[in-house]
C-alpha cells in the first residue's frame, strides 16, 4: 500500500487533491473488477445489477473517499476474486498467483483478507494439484510477510491493542 501510494505522490504531486484522487480512481477501478467478476460468475446483466447496487452503496462512496490501507480491499479483494476464476477458466498458473498476490495485498491492510485463504484452498482442493495449492498459500503469503515477521518480533503490537 505504502509503495502504491508513494509511487502514486511521485506522478501526481504531494497534495490533499492527489490523495483524494487516487482513492477516487481506486473507487472506480473496484467498480470495474466487480463488474468483471460478476460477468464471469453470471452474466451482463447481472453484472450491471451488481454495479448498480455498488455505485450507491454509501460503504463504497466512504470508503473511496478516505485514504486507509484497508480501504484498499475494495480493489483486492475484487481481483482475488477475478484471478482465481481466470485460473478455473484457463488453468494458467499465472492466475492463481496473481490472485495469491492480490489476497496477500489484501492482507497487509485488512489481515481478516485471509479468512479467504482457507476458502479458496477448500473450494480449490476438488480439482487442484497439492502444487498448485501451495503455490496460492506461498504468492499469498509473499505480500505480507515482513508485516508478519515484524508482528512475530515485536510480539504481536496489533493484537495487544485490539484486545485492550
Known sequence: MEYLLAAWMFLAGQSLAALRLFMALMGILSVILVFQVAKQIKDQTMAWTVVCLILISPWH???????????LSIVFIPCVLLFLFKFLDTSKARFLVLSGLSLGLTANGRFTAY???????????RNAKLKQLLLLVISALAPSLPVLIYNAMNKWPAVSILMG
Open 61 to 71: 462512496i466512504s470508503a473511496s473517499r478516505v485514504l486507509y490501507a484497508c480501504n
Open 115 to 125: 479468512f479467504l485463504l482457507p476458502v479458496m484452498l477448500l473450494y480449490l482442493a
